[in-house]
């Protein structure tokens, strides 16, 4: 193969194909990105064969088609750094010649017929999603997904679309996100028991165009994110994704109504003692209808104690204790000026929404504490 | 103590004086901050028996003076998270007691008393350097100091003062630099053997103020840098630093000139194959009067070629080998337009100087390679 091509545009490329390569893998072919030139243009692609990303850049000038690995890491840095905006890349047998300038560099890459394939997506059903709107999805839901590999299909969220309203839930056992919105033209689609890996969904948010449309395509076993001519696959989590319904109550015996950043604020300084601590235990008071208490000790010498301007309260009072992190973990991707708590006694799941905003709810469970 | 304080003001002291904490230390007193109220101020104190800060605030409303030591990291983080600009800082006897607005911190300090005192200075010897010359001084010359603890006073730079010139040295045994700068008002006084700790130095730089003039003191122990109200003590490393006067030529079997963005973005690209091979090493190959080739390899297939325009060279032809990134290392931190190259010899040291600029000097050692 033989190609020039302009380095910003190559180098761009390069950037988003490399978040699909496994930079601990042994396997010497996963480490590359494969090169291949055809009629159409230049197509990149990595696959660590449980997530994929390929691209296409038409605007290249053929002068010989074929096909090359080369290896990931060093290929995107030095093409970065060539000295010129014009890249000749040139390819006989393995050999390959990369010069820009008075810069030439010379390596030998891997036989592209060994690059894994990508994914056949059969039996397809679709929906589209704005760059932008997908992104703040993945925002809102993915740091609640498990990091713990033992149940794998805790590492992945949760997708399902049913009557024209995306579901995704994600949860770790120990508090739990979940987002639903109205997808325009999907009222004939039914989707369910879409695991998607959170790790892959964090690569994706990188590299989605806010401005563009994403295509999202399932088969039995991948989803395929088209956005243009650049595509991520993700292989779905095998296994059935617990059902929490029964742990999201909508009747509460206690309410309060807050503005988000003042508890979140407060919190944070909490948050900041209960750490020293590593149990990150927070304690909230109602204290009736005009504020609440926020606390948290470190030993018996250290204490914080907040005091909170709430808008509104109902219900009995209460005294609460849960894991600080994971609530402002939840408190910062909510957007809404105002947020609504509410509680069903002090060992039930406290459930937080926005007021307002987005189809959001958050989940925290309470500690049992004896103080 | 009591006294009431502006967030801002306390917080950036607090900041500032957090340099000298040892995060490492478990000796509990040297990982706090020492509060001292006097009729003077609120004075801030961080120690860890290496080096010390201080600093004075006086503008704070005194109405109890009084002293207590304070858990450096976690009120350093929680005053930058108060929610009011007065703070308010009650202490009886171990009780510290924090508010602002609706924020309360109780905690228990440790004893005062029992914070170790600074390092007495006597038999000053003094000089004045601007702040934003003492940063540049630290950059062009502490990353050339060993980062491995075996030879304790390569760990430092060695400053001396003579006939009001001061020079400074780091030197790792690969590489080195050197740096002399006339000192206005310094004709007097004669230092030597003041081996400065490298990474007390990069701690010093990051509170360096600009504007202000710095003044440097020396006694038998200690250097004390004085910049206003803050204070920064380092203990002198013990042992004679190196003598390096002999492997610094000045009459050269090889001299050139080249522009020193070209040839460090050249040589980063030579850099980044090297790299793969964990040696660093480069080769540099003079081509008579206008190019140089600076070429790297990785393994027998892969190889960076870079020809390099320059302006002058006079001598012999010579191919030489050295470690690309402690050259790209010196080269970072020259600010002139054009650098000029000598070379003694394949076996010699290479000596890099800016042409015009700083009168600064760096020692790259070469390679023996058979390639």
Redesign the interface.
């Known amino acids: 193969m033989k190609i020039t091509i302009d380095r910003s545009t190559l180098s761009e490329a390069l950037s988003d194909v490399n978040k699909a390569v496994d930079g601990k893998t042994s396997i010497q072919i996963l480490t590359g990105i494969k090169l291949e030139v055809s009629d159409e243009g230049l197509t990149l692609t990595a696959n660590d064969n449980e997530k994929a990303i390929q691209t296409l850049i038409t605007e290249v000038e053929v002068t010989r088609v074929g096909a090359i690995v080369v290896p990931a890491k ?1 290929f995107v ?2 093409v970065k ?3 010129e905006e014009e890249i000749e890349i040139t390819v006989d047998g393995l050999q390959v010649s990369v010069k820009s300038g ?7 890459g891997l036989d592209a017929e060994e690059f894994p394939e990508l994914p056949k997506m059969t039996v397809q059903q679709s929906f589209t999603l704005k760059g932008s709107v997908l992104k703040s999805l993945i925002k809102q839901t993915a740091f609640a997904v498990s990091t713990n590999e033992q149940t794998p299909v805790l590492n992945s969220e949760n997708w399902s679309l049913s009557n024209g309203e995306l579901t995704i839930i994600a949860t770790d056992r120990h508090r739990l996100a979940r987002l639903e919105l109205k997808v325009d033209g999907a009222d004939g689609i039914e989707l369910s028991g879409l695991n998607v890996t959170g790790k892959h969904l964090n690569e994706l948010s990188k590299i989605i165009p806010d401005n563009l449309d994403v295509e999202v395509s399932a088969s039995y076993s991948h989803v395929l994110f088209r956005m243009g001519d650049l595509m991520f696959y993700s292989r779905i989590v095998d296994g059935s994704y617990p059902d929490t319904s029964k742990i999201i109550h909508n009747k509460f015996q206690t309410e309060i109504t807050v503005n988000t950043a003042s508890f979140t ?2 919190l ?2 909490a948050y ?2 209960s750490r ?1 601590e590593k149990t990150n235990i927070a304690k909230l008071k109602t204290m009736g209808s005009y504020s609440i208490e926020l606390s948290s000790k ?1 030993g018996e ?8 301007e709430i808008s509104e309260m109902t219900g009995d009072e209460l005294t609460i204790s849960f894991n600080s992190k994971y609530m402002l973990e939840a408190l910062k991707v909510i957007e809404s000026e105002q947020i609504h708590i509410g509680f069903t006694g002090v060992m039930s799941p406290i459930i937080i929404t926005p007021v307002g905003g987005s189809k959001a709810l958050h989940l925290v469970l309470p500690y049992r504490t004896t103080t």
Chains 1, 2 share one sequence.
């Not at 010498?301 to 909170?308: C, D, F, I, R, Y």
């Open positions: 060093f840095e030095i750094k060539l000295p008075k810069s030439e560099l010379d390596l030998v604020n407060a944070d300084r900041l003692l020293e470190s010498t250290s204490k914080v104690t907040e005091q909170v």
